[in-house]
């Protein structure tokens, strides 16, 4: 894969500077494709690694599962959380835990989108519901490669987005010359990431771009919205911008459905805010 050029003074985002994916999402991947791996054979793979092992447990023991401190196995997390999720959580223990601690708005951010995410799938009777939560964990992944490679340039973006009350999309496209659902996308290109969240990542402020995955992307979009609405961490600025109609519409949304899940979402943050994801 080439390097992404940007225009902040000629610095470059590196391939071979990005985050790699751990050998054991690598090796989860390869047997959660194959029809004949059991839950036992992906367990043994997650239970090698002290780190993802911890995550899985943490996350099958918030409330979002509805199971708090009652699940002690990794086998029986995933029977509970389904493979996607849990090769999701991998993935996010490499994109997150390179963020600074003055990042953890932008984690709670993801956290809340996934969840949002989730949620308007269930209402919409979408199909691979778990994909939901990772396209909506992984959206705003430019963001963390942003920061973490070209810090100096982060600082005049946050400057533009505190100081002049630019949307993150608009100072970082100021700044770099792109925003950072292009530089997401690149990312999900370089770990191999399925077309659909690629897209999802690509085109979430701008769903009815995303072809044949305008639905998810869509969905992503909405999500975006909602936890910014519920002011759920902090996506880089304080704007929430507007749902675009269109999306709306292919979703096949309307007020009374956007109020029944704005309910569930409450109550999923109000969860997520007294244990899991507490700063």
Known sequence: MPDLATSYHGQRILAKNL???????????RLAEKPNTSVAQLAAVIGRDQVLSGKVLKMVNSPTYGFPGRIA???NALVLLGFNVVKSLII??????SMAKTMTALWRHSVGCSIACRELGALLKVE???ELFIAGLLHDIGKV???VQLPDAQKEIHHLTSKEDLPC????????GMAHARIGAWLAEHWHLPLNLRNAIAYHHLPMSAR???TIASIVHVGDFLVRLFEFGNGGDDQAPAIDPHAFKHLELN????GLVMDIIGERFEGEEKTLYKA
Do not use: M
Request: proline share 5%; net charge negative.
């Open 92 to 97: 996010s223990t490499v994109v997150f835990d």
């Open 73 to 75: 196995s990794i086998q």
């Open 19 to 29: 985050p790699t994916l751990p050998l054991a999402l690598q090796e989860a991947r």
């Open 145 to 147: 490669i942003i920061a």
């Open 128 to 130: 691979d519901n778990e």
């Open 255 to 258: 007020q009374q459905k956007l």
């Open 212 to 214: 044949e995955d305008v």
């Open 169 to 176: 999309r608009e100072a970082e496209t100021r700044v770099l």
